[in-house]
């Protein structure tokens, strides 16, 4: 990859003129006796010129921010994939990141901020690997205030549901106690399905006390919550009433008998279900194996029911009941872009994807339906193995499928979804390399990708 050359910017020259000005200073590197006046300077113009979302915040704007390593060399390219919402990229850089307990480079935090306060799912993925700048930041401004460790903690306070519910989430996670306390409290001002979202959150580090105390906190009376509960409770194994549950779910399966399953003493409240919302209650982890899935999905299917299924796969996403539910469509022919096959994979391993992707393949040959496949590979978390990879650049030879589809768009997948450090890379042929621009192009992306596997930690 092409690295700017470093240029030597005199000191009467680093006092900001226009915003022109700072972002060229700042894209080409800064002396380093010059850092900490840059930071201060930097904070300053951008709360001024982002004075009309201030937030008003306890603490007084503090020019000193925390020390986090610059990428000035890549910074253009960084604002490339971003613009091209590439996720995989970042899914990728992320884990990474996570792993080694490093973050991403402060010279693309803002465009992240940005990116990330429009796409909280996006959001969620890269918060980890954000750093203490970001924590610095967040408060002062109110598109990113959602990223504030101590604004999470007043989650309902946010005016949209989803910043509510995506800040309740984290601030669970960082802290379970203090954020079941602060439910406890605000639970009854909650709104429409904000109760039962936020409900759902809680079985982040839940226990079992917790559901014992939810059922006096919450009003069991209303179907909908009492749901919420059996399905909290159905998360932890080792409760009496999950392990009830699973004994009488198998017996009623293998007798062919579940139209007669009912939960059984959660609540001396509890009122009959109906079977869509057994089925939207129950964790797909209680299959056992693909004959129990074939005989699950086919009641599921004899009372109409198969979407109350995708909702619970998007609840309880399992990867063996994915694998085994994807065996059986293949078998009758059901894989097509009628059905959502991207939330099929969402909800498998890498092993399983790459085994129902080369089975795809080779089983349906010139039937293959490329829309639904293209759908099923696309997850950002998900990568193709070198096997795949082969398999994938050898459907262009599959003249049938040819004539029916463009395959330029798998092309343009794959530097975001190839091992970069395979040795495949060099024999890929030239019709499958994209080139979007001279910065953006199959040999950057690779060199990029092969930069955030290979760096030392900041």
Known sequence: ?????????????????????????????????????????????????????????????????????????????????????EKSVFYEW??????????????????????????????EMILPSLGELCQFLAPFYSEFSIFSRDLQKQAFLFPKKEQKLFAFKQFRKQN????????????????????????????????????????????????????????????????????????NFQTKLAQGNLDQF?????????????????IKVLPLSLIQNEEEALKYIDWIEKNDQENALLNAMKSYPDSNFSYWYFNILLAQNRLNENFPTALLSSGLDHIKFTKACIKWIDETGDALDVEAFLHFINSEKHFWSDELLVKIIGLRKNLALDRKYDFDIFWQLLPYKLNPNSNYVKSIPSECKIHFNKLIHFDTIISFRKLIRNMKSN
């Not at 609540?267 to 079977?275: G, L, M, P, R, V």
């Open 176 to 247: 379970p106690k203090e954020a079941f306390e602060y439910f406890k409290l605000q639970f009854p001002n909650l709104k429409g399905t904000e109760k039962q979202n936020a409900l759902w959150i809680l079985k982040y580090g839940l226990t079992e006390s917790e559901i014992i105390e939810l059922r006096t906190v919450c009003d069991t009376k209303k179907q909908v919550i009492l749901l919420e509960l059996i399905k909290l409770n159905l998360c932890l194994p080792e409760t009496a009433f999950y392990k009830t549950t699973k004994s």
């Open 262 to 278: 009912q939960f059984e003493n959660f609540s001396i409240k509890q009122t009959e279900c109906t079977i869509e919302q057994i």
């Open 94 to 123: 992320s884990h990474v990141l996570e792993k080694r307990q490093a973050c991403f480079p402060g010279n693309c935090i803002y465009e992240l901020l940005e990116w990330g306060s429009k796409d909280l799912d996006f959001a």
């Open 1 to 85: 990859m092409t690295v700017p050359e470093q240029e030597n910017i005199p000191e009467n020259e680093l006092k900001f003129r226009l915003l022109g000005d700072l972002k060229e200073e700042l894209l080409y590197g800064v002396p380093e006796e010059q850092r900490e006046t840059i930071k201060a300077q930097l904070l300053e113009l951008g709360l001024v010129y982002k004075a009309a979302s201030f937030i008003k915040s306890k603490k007084e704007p503090n020019p000193e921010a925390p020390e986090q390593w610059h990428w000035p060399q890549v910074h253009f390219f960084i604002k490339a994939l971003i613009a091209l919402n």
